[in-house]
T-cell receptor
Framework: DGGITQSPKYLFRKEGQNVTLSCEQN?????MYWYRQDPGQGLRLIYY???????QKGDIAEGYSVSREKKESFPLTVTSAQKNPTAFYLC????????????FGSGTQLSVL | AQSVSQHNHHVILSEAASLELGCNYS??????LFWYVQYPGQHLQLLLK??????LVKGIKGFEAEFIKSKFSFNLRKPSVQWSDTAEYFC???????????????FGRGTQLTVWP
C-alpha cells in the first residue's frame, strides 16, 4: 500500500537532547511537509521541501532542522533549542504545486521527560 | 500572515441532525480552501476542496461547503449526520500566487464533532 510512514509513534526527549522523527513516503511525491499540532491550535507548518536537497522554513521553524537527501525521506530533528517540544507532529506529502491534496502520516507524539 | 478561524471547538449532535461548521479566513487575495477530517485512529484526510468555479462544492460522505467570498467564509454542511461522522474537522486555506505551494496551508484550530446514536 502506498502511503506515509512516521516513526516512532511515541517519543520521549530528555532536557538538552536532540531527537529525530522519521518520515518516509512511497507515493513518489515531490513535496513533503512537517506540521506541529497542539491541542486547540490546529496545525502549524514547521518546514517543507518541494524537491530533493531543498527545503524552506515554515511558520515555526525555530528549534527544528530537516534534511531532504532522498525523495522518499524527510526527517525532522527537534533540537535542544526548541523550548516547548511537547506536541503531536504530522508529516505530509503532495505531488507538488499542481497536486490538490496532502497525504498525511499517522503522526508522532513527542513528550519531554 | 493568513489566519483561519473555526468558531466551534466542540459540537455535539444527535443522529439525523443537520450540521454546519463555521470557517472564516483572513486574506485579501485569491485562495484555495479545504476541509480535512480526522476520524478516530485514522490519518488526517481530505474531505473536500474549493479552487475555483461553483462556490458550492461537494465532498465525500454527503458533506458540502460553500465559499462566500464577501464573507471570507467556507462553512461545512451536512443535512443529516451519522454516528460515523464523529471526528475532528479542520478548515485550511492556501494563498494562490507565484511561489505558493499547495502544502503551505494555514489550518484552523479544528472542531471536534461528536454524534450520538
Amino acid at each position: 500500500d502506498g502511503g506515509i510512514t512516521q516513526s516512532p509513534k511515541y517519543l520521549f526527549r530528555k532536557e538538552g537532547q536532540n531527537v529525530t522523527l522519521s518520515c518516509e513516503q512511497n507515493l513518489n511525491h515531490d513535496a513533503m511537509y512537517w506540521y506541529r499540532q497542539d491541542p486547540g491550535q490546529g496545525l502549524r507548518l514547521i518546514y517543507y521541501s518541494q524537491i530533493v536537497n531543498d527545503f524552506q522554513k515554515g511558520d515555526i521553524a525555530e528549534g527544528y532542522s530537516v534534511s531532504r537527501e532522498k525523495k522518499e525521506s524527510f526527517p525532522l530533528t527537534v533540537t535542544s533549542a526548541q523550548k516547548n517540544p511537547t506536541a503531536f507532529y504530522l508529516c505530509a506529502s503532495s505531488q507538488g504545486r499542481t497536486n490538490e491534496k496532502l497525504f498525511f502520516g499517522s503522526g508522532t507524539q513527542l513528550s519531554v521527560l | 500572515a493568513q489566519s483561519v478561524s473555526q468558531h466551534n471547538h466542540h459540537v455535539i449532535l444527535s443522529e439525523a441532525a443537520s450540521l454546519e461548521l463555521g470557517c472564516n479566513y483572513s486574506y485579501g487575495g485569491t485562495v484555495n480552501l479545504f476541509w480535512y477530517v480526522q476520524y478516530p485512529g485514522q490519518h488526517l484526510q481530505l474531505l473536500l476542496k474549493y479552487f475555483s468555479g461553483d462556490p458550492l462544492v461537494k465532498g465525500i460522505k454527503g458533506f458540502e461547503a460553500e465559499f462566500i467570498k464577501s464573507k471570507f467564509s467556507f462553512n461545512l454542511r451536512k443535512p443529516s449526520v451519522q454516528w460515523s461522522d464523529t471526528a475532528e474537522y479542520f478548515c485550511a486555506v492556501n494563498a494562490r500566487g507565484r511561489g505558493s505551494t499547495l502544502g503551505r496551508l494555514y489550518f484552523g484550530r479544528g472542531t471536534q464533532l461528536t454524534v450520538w446514536p
